[in-house]
């Protein structure tokens, strides 16, 4: 597992300049927002915490499109389906090394994100905590997707048309969090529901991915 | 296992397999049809003209003959869909992934009819065509879902590959679905303590509860008899190499 | 007829008559829509097999 690991992540180390683009396009999204809606800086606190959400979403899926996509290509899926390393260990290899280079950049990314749409200091922590969460589910969900497609050309649209209605509830429960913070409410139970969609998410999605990574290896 | 159920087993093979099933399913397409057909007719009339109006909406609920069975249905043929899909998994059975694909857009067209209809009992209900409620949100993403199959069935050439990759988009879906209908729950609470309510529906009266009970039998019927229709012209296409679909349609060759 | 006092009251429907007549005319589209559907079906399996035909494969 750990070997498996440290391969996707010298893997991802080497693409490093495809990686940092979705980073980057969450820079830009969030850069539209006050510029199209309003720069008034009490509007845009308010609207803070949904727009750090759907430009994660956004950004996650542009990455996603590549998770399977050279393995695939070259070979070396079908190396380990034939080794007898079990798919689901690469999976969750995958999902864990995906979320470090996207969800966890932009949880890292997101308090200068913050500060740009004038979200509150105090709930920057929080942001954090549940933004880690939820890439992390997006990351998980999205491995699903990502091997329905692998074995298209152009998988990448399918794969966002595929992925966003999976995404919801923690679109849902994130920004749930967060708005019961900003109101002063117990925030306890839609954290601890995201916790568990994220361990069920990880736990359940590299079986899934794996039968459905089996089908485009096997033609 | 499987050896404790082969003759179980030798009649489920035998019983779907296409040309069986599309034989013996030929009575019931054509029976579903002209009986859901003509109590839906009965019970569109029962509702336009005999059906007293609302005390609170007036006559705008005479929607609900459309309404509730077009929804009603199409989350019954999403359960279909999923139990279909596991079959299809499990033990590779041809006609399940037929089925399942025929079933795509009856049940897009069913999700959209329901999201359609209730859109425009919404405005001279609650004044508003849209509101963002539990029931209509996880009804529209079932609309996405249905869409995303649809998309994958077709994108993918390879007829086992889609079938395949469709069946475990309708699994994860259906694990979905209760998931965001729950979750949306919570969500609109939070915001918006007091829903707004169908009223009516609780207490309906005979008179009305009739004519949408035989509308909801009827459309169950005819979304029956359409996907078997649909799946029969599946079956010929697909087996369309064979001798038997060939002499079904009186198109042969010379040798 | 029926409820209503006369046929006008009952195109009208109290003035949702635009709400409930085009929810109507919406479904009575969509299922002659699945008709068609049907006839596209049974067009594409005949003209498949008729081209096989034509070829020679079959």
Redesign the interface.
């Known amino acids: 597992m750990l070997f498996l690991l440290r391969r996707e992540w010298l893997l991802s180390w080497r693409r490093r300049a495809e990686l940092v683009n979705p980073l980057v396009f969450n820079l830009m999204v969030i850069t539209l927002f006050p510029l199209g809606i309003t720069p008034e800086a009490e509007k845009l606190a308010v609207l803070a915490p949904g727009i750090l959400w759907v430009a994660a979403l956004l950004a996650t899926l542009l990455s996603l499109d590549l998770m399977f996509r050279y393995d695939h290509q070259d070979g070396s899926l079908e190396q380990v389906a034939a080794s007898g390393t079990p798919l689901a260990a690469l999976i969750l290899a995958k999902i864990i090394n995906h979320w470090l280079f996207t969800g966890l950049a932009l949880t890292l990314m997101a308090p200068l994100l913050g500060l740009m749409l004038h979200l509150s200091g105090d709930l920057m922590l929080l942001m954090m905590l549940v933004l880690a969460l939820g890439t992390l589910v997006f990351s998980a969900i999205g491995s ?1 997707g990502a091997a ?2 692998a ?2 050309r152009r ?1 990448g649209l ?1 794969l966002s ?2 992925v ?3 995404y ?2 923690v679109l ?2 994130g ?2 969090t967060i ?2 913070a900003i109101a002063g409410l117990p925030f306890v139970a ?1 954290l601890a529901t995201l916790a568990a ?1 994220a361990s069920m998410a990880l736990a359940a999605a590299p079986w ?1 991915a794996g ?2 990574l089996r ?2 290896i096997n ?1 | 296992m499987a050896l404790s159920l082969t003759p179980v087993w030798r009649w489920f093979h035998r019983w779907t397999s296409p040309p069986n099933f599309y034989r013996i399913s030929r009575p019931w397409a054509h029976g579903l049809m002209a009986v859901g057909g003509t109590a839906l007719f009965v019970a569109w009339i029962w509702g336009l003209v005999f059906a007293p109006e609302d005390y609170l909406q007036g006559n705008s609920y005479r929607i609900i003959f459309v309404h509730v069975p077009s929804a009603s249905a199409s989350l019954a043929l999403y359960l279909t869909m999923a139990i279909t899909a596991v079959i299809s998994l499990v033990w590779k059975i041809k006609l399940a992934d037929m089925v399942i694909r025929q079933c795509i857009p009856v049940g897009l067209t069913l999700t959209a009819l329901a999201l359609i209809s209730g859109a425009i009992w919404g405005r001279p209900t609650w004044g508003v065509y849209w509101i963002w409620d539990a029931r209509l949100t996880s009804m529209l993403l079932q609309l996405f879902l249905f869409i995303g199959m649809w998309a994958i069935h077709t994108a993918i050439d390879q007829q086992k590959l889609a079938d395949r990759a469709t069946a475990i988009l309708v699994l994860v879906g259906f694990v979905n679905l209760p998931i965001i209908k729950w979750s949306v729950d919570w969500w609109n609470t939070m915001h918006q303590p007091a829903t707004i309510r169908i009223t009516g529906e609780t207490t309906m009266v005979w008179e009305m509860l009739a004519p949408l009970l035989l509308s909801m039998a009827a459309t169950y019927c005819v979304v029956a008899a359409l996907v078997l229709y649909r799946t029969r012209w599946e079956i010929l296409y697909r087996e369309r190499k064979t001798r038997w679909v060939q002499d079904e349609l009186g198109i042969r060759g010379k040798a | 007829m029926g409820y209503f006092d006369s046929f006008a009251d009952f195109v009208r429907m109290g003035n949702h008559g635009i709400f409930v007549w085009s929810v109507y005319a919406i479904t009575v589209l969509t299922i002659l829509g699945h008709w068609l559907g049907l006839r596209l079906q049974r067009r594409r399996v005949i003209n498949e097999l008729q081209r096989l035909k034509k070829r020679g494969h079959l």
């Open positions: 699903i329905l497609v074995g298209l998988g399918l048309l595929l966003i209605p999976l919801i509830p849902i429960f920004t749930g708005s019961a839609p969609m899934v039968a459905a089908l485009s033609d």
